[in-house]
């Protein structure tokens, strides 16, 4: 099957399971909004769909497959090579994802370069995906404590698309911006589902967002997803009081629905 | 396209320039041990008489006041104490060079090693440490000076036996808050192995507290090498070493009060500069004041 799939994923810390997820998916070119309270496990998912989760500690069990290909159990070695070339991922807060030391061409030729491309294609890949995120690819010359938030996040972004990642997980990536920028990356993020058919994993507790963005949205509480569905049905009727309730606190889009 | 001046970070050359203007401790401190490097390189063409530093004796111009022809006056077998001064820079200098060196080959890769991975590794490695640490500095490089044979190697041995662990602690807490930033999470997520992340992220972000604590610890390996070769566990005569000279010169004190001022005076005149230098090095370096990486 195309796309990404999770499946009886258990994600716990010692003898506590703090996720339990029966059926999550992310089809070719899909937006799939992941919504949820903090706390509520969006994050941990994250995490173990990278093979991540042992960083932090956590024990995962279950299945994670990417075109049909196992991930769970794979050995790092392997995973290594998937994260970044084909699961991708970007953060929170862009300000503090760049090591400050390099300057932002450095990290992103450097990584291109560790996913395979040669010494004079990078830079070259590098500048073109730059121009992608609407980025001028003067910018790679930067220090990342030079350049804002929201062109930070586009950096990342590009990373992604140079990298020519099938899969984004974009863990509430528009959080830490202002409500113009946060608009510009979520139109990015849109232009990339249409240009290069990316299946974005949109991580977020702004519903608001959630609705204007994805194609379908799950909704997160204390490790359990308690509902999901096409996006407008959701959030226009929830069917679980929790959904209601989140969708209560939000007052803008409450009084326009 | 989004428009964007074009703003480009100053050239390293020009940063270094910029730094040192705004930051006369740098200046002064650099200077200083510029001064004593070219003392070290150049003492046998300085020196007046530089057959003094080693075995030369001259009975009848024992323990001479300071005057035109020796500037520092003469020691108690008439060698020229101004030669025996410059030829000091070659020995405590670098004693305290090779023990950080050291220090810091075996701290660094620790340290390292048990801020980022963590877990038993850090438990094992620190626990190990704190044991080193635990003993009084000077107490157990004396210890160990005393079973070793005197001489400047087991000196050098000796004091860098009791400063690494120092050093562990110091780049431990250092990586350990870095191994914890978000661009390492997205190092992780991008595949990237762990040996390069520790290289590329975590020693370039955690080195700069060592720079400054080494450039510190110069004047400190200093005094305590003379403190060890004042015990005659170090340098040993005739080797021009300032400790031993004021060890030496302390039973002619009074009235010969040179044979131990001046190579006094050139071991607090060489803690200084290097204090003065790590300052500088420290608000150099301070990521929030410059663009120097």
């Known amino acids: ?54 960083t932090v500690g956590a024990t995962v069990s279950g299945s994670i497959t990417l075109d049909g290909q196992e991930l769970t159990g ?15 991922a970007i953060f929170q807060s862009p ?51 030079q350049l ?21 997980l974009a863990d509430e990536p528009t959080s830490a911006l202002d409500v113009t920028v946060q608009a510009e990356v979520l139109d990015l993020l849109r232009d990339l589902r249409e240009s290069v058919g990316m299946s974005i994993l949109f991580i977020s507790h702004d519903l608001a967002v959630v609705a204007e963005l994805c194609d379908r949205v799950a909704v997160m509480r204390e490790g359990l997803i308690v509902e999901q569905g096409q996006a407008s049905q959701v959030l226009s009727a929830p069917a679980n009081p929790y959904t209601a309730e989140l969708l209560e606190s939000v007052p803008k889009l409450a009084s326009a629905t | 396209m989004i428009q964007t001046p074009a703003i480009t970070p100053p050239r390293a050359g020009v ?40 075995t030369a004796t001259h009975p009848f111009e024992v323990l001479k006041a300071p005057s035109a022809s020796h500037w520092f006056g003469t020691d108690q077998v008439g060698r020229d104490i101004f030669s025996r001064v410059l ?24 340290g390292v090693a ?45 004091i860098a036996a009791v400063w690494w662990p120092w050093y562990v602690r ?70 021009p070493d300032w400790g031993l000279m004021v060890a030496e010169g302390q039973s002619y004190f009074t009235p010969d009060w040179w044979l131990v001022t001046f190579p006094g005076l050139a071991i607090l005149l060489t803690a200084f500069a290097f204090n003065l230098l790590g300052d500088g090095l420290r608000d150099l370096l301070d990521p929030k004041r410059s663009f120097l990486p």
């Open chain 1, 1 to 54: 099957m195309k796309g990404l799939t999770v499946s009886d994923l258990a994600i716990s810390f010692g003898s506590r399971q703090v996720v339990s997820i029966d059926e999550l998916s992310l089809g070719h070119a899909e937006i799939v909004g992941l919504a949820g309270e903090s706390g509520s496990g969006k994050s941990m998912t994250t995490l173990a769909i990278l093979g991540l989760a042992h």
């Open chain 1, 74 to 88: 794979l050995p790092q070695e392997r995973l290594r090579e998937i994260r970044g070339s084909r699961i991708a």
């Open chain 1, 95 to 145: 300000s503090t994802a760049f090591n400050p030391v390099y300057r932002v061409g450095t990290l992103v030729t450097r990584a291109l370069r560790l996913h395979g491309a040669t010494k004079s294609e990078a830079p070259e890949r590098a500048a073109e995906a730059m121009r992608q995120v609407l980025l001028s690819p003067d910018l790679m010359r930067r220090y990342p404590s």
């Open chain 1, 148 to 168: 804002s938030g929201g062109q930070l996040q586009r950096v990342a972004i590009a990373l992604a698309v140079a990298l020519r990642a099938e899969i984004l």
């Open chain 2, 15 to 54: 940063a270094l320039r910029r730094g040192l203007a705004g930051n006369p401790l740098l200046t002064v401190g650099g200077a200083l041990v510029l001064l004593i490097v070219l003392v070290a390189i150049f003492a046998p063409l300085i020196a007046p008489v530089p057959g003094d530093a080693g």
């Open chain 2, 87 to 110: 030829f000091g820079a070659r020995v405590s200098p670098v004693i305290a060079i090779i023990v950080l060196a050291i220090a810091c080959l075996i701290g660094i890769p620790l």
């Open chain 2, 114 to 158: 048990a801020g980022f991975l963590g877990g038993w590794v850090d438990e094992v490695i620190m626990r190990v440490t704190d044991v080193f640490l635990a003993f009084p500095p000077l107490l157990l490089a004396l210890a160990l000076a005393a079973v070793l044979p005197a001489s400047l190697t087991s000196l050098t041995i000796a």
């Open chain 2, 170 to 239: 110091l780049i431990r807490g250092q990586a350990a808050s870095v191994a914890g930033r978000p661009y390492v999470e997205a190092c992780r997520a991008l595949g990237i192995s762990r040996l390069r992340i520790i290289f590329r992220h975590i020693l370039p972000n955690s080195i700069t507290p060592v720079l400054v604590q080494v450039s510190l610890d110069v004047g400190g390996v200093i005094l305590t090498a003379s403190a060890l070769s004042f015990l005659g566990l170090g340098a040993q005569d005739p080797v």
